[in-house]
């Protein structure tokens, strides 16, 4: 199976149906989407196209992507585009093999399939009877178009495996960003070309810009002998490899197995002529060291003070993603906060910012700039085990460059307005629950994680607002107050909401006196604090009340004493 030419992935239509088509189909202005049985198989197909595009189409300069912006290649172009990359994605057969060891690893015993997914338990699992939660045996047969995906899936997100199972370039479990155009109705391709970039901003420092070329083995590693890293020294680094590298990387060493007898596959359902029940691997596969930032992913700086030491990827973590981490997923913050967005966000946000002033015909992009979203997703790794795979979209917001530090600044009052109320709402209902409330252990994250779920829609309602103010270019913009009174009316109703659905999970009539007390007590305590009332209970909302220029309004009834925490 050839994974340029035969029709092995699932793309959904205009019209809801799905067909089986080869990568050229993401021309079509009839195809939406791609459809995999596996949500971590969706993020890696969209960066498998991505990567194609870029590979065959890279555009000399920002005019250049610009120009195919307008004028998508159609169905035909792009598969001629793609023909001369054939020989490099062969899946089977005796030469090179798509993202597959040279070595046919003979010297290696067979393994399940299975080792292939990353939330599938390791040997050790196995062996300990610790796979309560995602059990052995659930795949044991891929047809080929499932297990290609599940090896570059792989590839690109090789999580921490041991001594010599080297982990991948971007490290292991990272994010990845990429950004969409607000209407959902737009074909495919005007979904992924934004995520493409230029020859003069893909590269980092040190590498030098070469056309891709199907042989070249700084580019695609499996067309030559195996980079082998048992001994210091064979670390791959930035300014070794072609600056196309990143998008195919290949840190482990695998050879897949086909199957003679036919069989249905675990993952998709479809029958399979030649499935693939079994695999090789072996140790030592690339090493990657150095400043690597993979175009597609955030890093962050874990001392900005330190600029000798290596940026890390940024990864996904328990409580999931939300508006808490936009600031770090869009806006540049190197010196202080460490934050260093996806190269690709970057680079989207700077070059709009001039095609009006660049280009004739530049409204015909601005409603890409102004109506962008940002995809976040990938998994929440503990070393090798998945804890979660997490998937978001944002909206992304550019603004002019003399206001990204206003942005930066609006975006942070509103966000640490948040925080402090979530780890007040947190505290209060440790107080509501316990009776030594500051004994209390245990994990009460979730109680964050569902006080910004419940918030972010009203907060991307906020930063968009914020977005229109900053776009207008004005000299000195200012932010309304009704701005500033709705976000925090958003988040005085959700924190009580939730302090009452969690304090009272059982009927009244139930409860003793001690009990209601304690409840009631860390309620007024709460509504205090989100009233502004009190001379230090209220400080918090008093401040946000100043900055953004409206006043609390506390109804009269409410008894507003100010009591501490027990």
Request: glycine share 8%; hydrophobic share 45%; charged share 25%.
């Given at each position: 199976m050839n994974l340029l030419t035969s029709n092995w992935l699932p793309f959904r239509h205009r019209d809801g149906r799905i067909d089986y088509r080869p990568?050229?189909?993401?021309?079509?202005?009839?195809?939406?989407?791609?459809?995999?049985?596996?949500?971590?198989?969706?993020?890696?197909?969209?960066?498998?196209?991505?990567?194609?595009?870029?590979?065959?189409?890279?555009?000399?300069?920002?005019?250049?992507?610009?120009?195919r912006y307008q004028t998508p290649p159609g169905v035909a172009e792009l598969d001629e585009l793609l023909a001369p990359f054939a020989s490099a994605f062969e899946l089977d057969g005796d030469g090179p093999r798509f993202m597959q060891d040279l070595d046919p690893l003979d010297d290696v015993k067979d393994a399940p399939?299975?080792?292939?997914?990353?939330?599938?338990?390791?040997?050790?699992?196995?062996?300990?009877?610790?796979?309560?939660?995602?059990?052995?045996?659930?795949?044991?047969?891929?047809?080929p178009e499932c297990a290609a995906l599940a090896l570059y899936t792989m590839q690109i997100n090789a999580p921490a495996g041991g001594a010599g199972i080297r982990v991948g370039l971007r490290g292991g479990g990272p994010l990845t960003t990429l950004i969409l155009p607000e209407d959902e109705s737009q074909p495919l391709w005007a979904r992924?070309?934004?995520?493409?970039?230029?020859?003069?901003?893909?590269?980092?420092?040190?590498?030098?810009?070469?056309?891709?070329?199907?042989?070249?083995?700084?580019?695609?590693?499996?067309?030559?002998?195996?980079?082998?890293?048992?001994?210091?020294?064979?670390?791959?680094?930035?300014?070794?490899?072609?600056?196309?590298?990143?998008?195919?990387?290949m840190p482990r060493r695998y050879r897949l197995l086909f199957d003679e007898t036919p069989g249905c596959c675990d993952l998709c359902g479809r029958e399979a002529d030649r499935p693939v029940r079994h695999l090789r691997a072996k140790k030592q596969g690339a090493n990657y060291d150095g400043p690597w930032r993979h175009p597609l992913t955030p890093y962050r700086r874990l001392n900005p003070k330190k600029l000798e030491e290596l940026p890390l990827s940024s990864k996904g973590q328990p409580g999931g993603l939300g508006y808490r981490h936009w600031p770090g997923l869009v806006l540049e913050d190197e010196a202080i906060s460490g934050a260093l967005p996806a190269r690709v966000?970057?680079?989207?946000?700077?070059?709009?910012?001039?095609?009006?002033?660049?280009?004739?015909?530049?409204?015909?992009?601005?409603?890409?700039?102004?109506?962008?979203?940002?995809?976040?997703?990938?998994?929440?790794?503990?070393?090798?085990?998945?804890?979660?795979?997490?998937?978001?979209e944002m909206p992304l917001v550019g603004v002019p460059k003399a206001h990204q530090e206003t942005l930066r600044g609006w975006v942070k009052r509103f966000v640490d307005l948040a925080s402090e109320i979530s780890w007040t709402l947190r505290n209060q209902l440790k107080r509501a629950w316990f009776k030594r409330p500051e004994d209390a252990k245990g994990d009460m994250s979730q109680i964050d994680a569902q006080f910004f779920e419940a918030t972010q829609p009203a907060f991307f309602t906020a930063l968009r607002e914020i977005g229109g103010v900053l776009r207008e270019d004005e000299e000195a913009p200012t932010l309304s107050p009704e701005i500033h009174r709705q976000w925090y009316g958003a988040l005085k109703r959700e924190a009580l909401a939730l302090f009452d659905a969690q304090a009272i999970s059982g009927p009244l009539e139930g409860m003793k006196m001690q009990q209601l007390e304690r409840i009631t007590g860390a309620r007024r305590y709460l509504l205090t604090y989100l009233n502004g009332s009190g001379k230090k209970v209220g400080k918090t909302m008093q401040a946000f009340a100043e900055a953004g220029g409206f006043k609390l309004k506390t109804p009269a009834s409410e008894d507003h004493r100010e009591e501490s925490p027990a």
């Open positions: 990568p050229s189909a993401l021309a079509d202005p009839d195809v939406l989407d791609l459809a995999l049985p596996r949500a971590d198989f969706q993020g890696a197909a969209w960066q498998f196209l991505i990567a194609l595009l870029q590979t065959a189409m890279t555009p000399k300069n920002t005019d250049a992507w610009l120009d399939v299975a080792g292939l997914l990353i939330d599938s338990p390791g040997a050790n699992g196995i062996k300990n009877n610790t796979d309560f939660f995602v059990k052995r045996g659930r795949v044991d047969t891929a047809c992924l070309w934004p995520n493409v970039m230029p020859a003069d901003a893909v590269g980092q420092p040190g590498q030098a810009w070469r056309a891709p070329g199907v042989e070249d083995r700084d580019l695609f590693f499996w067309m030559g002998d195996t980079r082998i890293s048992d001994k210091k020294g064979t670390e791959v680094l930035p300014e070794q490899v072609h600056p196309l590298h990143a998008f195919w990387s966000v970057t680079h989207h946000l700077q070059k709009y910012r001039q095609v009006k002033a660049a280009r004739d015909d530049g409204e015909a992009f601005d409603a890409l700039y102004r109506h962008a979203r940002l995809w976040v997703f990938g998994y929440d790794m503990d070393n090798m085990k998945p804890r979660g795979w997490y998937s978001v």
